[in-house]
């Protein structure tokens, strides 16, 4: 059972990795995960003919390379966060540079640059209203940021990270 290397990914400016290409055993390994982030090497070896070291050492890569994270996915309402908020961001200058500052804010747990009626959308997690006022004020008071539409959620009704890959 040998283990074929996956290609060396490229280093992007924001730490992201582009370039990446994925073997069939890889993005089996990726699905696996993602159905049950909690399998063992063991069972994820014996899944997909490896070794459970070549499946460790598959695994470390595609976390180092950005390719996948294995976390605990919860619904924060349930949690004791009282806000949970979607808010569109129009800006003016450098998108990138106001996405960075965003995602350098602790609450916010998700950032991407859009095309359409907004140029960022962010989402943020908070445990009051005051606390949702205030991130809201920080978030307009960006350089460039000319205004912010809020989306506050009432109640998850679906949240899952299983499409597979491609």
Known sequence: MADEHPPPVRPQPNGRRSGVTLDETSKK???????????????????????????RQRVQ????????????VTDPLSLGFLRQAMIGVKCEGDLDKVA???????????VVITAGSFDLLAELVCESDDHLLELLGRIR???TVTSTESFVYLKLRKQIYSWGTR
């Open 141 to 143: 008071a960006l350089p």
């Open 61 to 72: 890569r595609l976390l180092e390379s950005g390719v996948m994270q294995i976390v605990a």
């Open 100 to 110: 960075d500052e965003l995602a350098g804010m602790d609450e916010i747990d998700y």
């Open 29 to 55: 390994i990726i699905e696996l995960l993602q159905a049950d982030g909690r399998r063992s090497y063991a069972a994820l070896g014996k899944a997909v003919g490896l070794s459970e070291a070549a499946v």
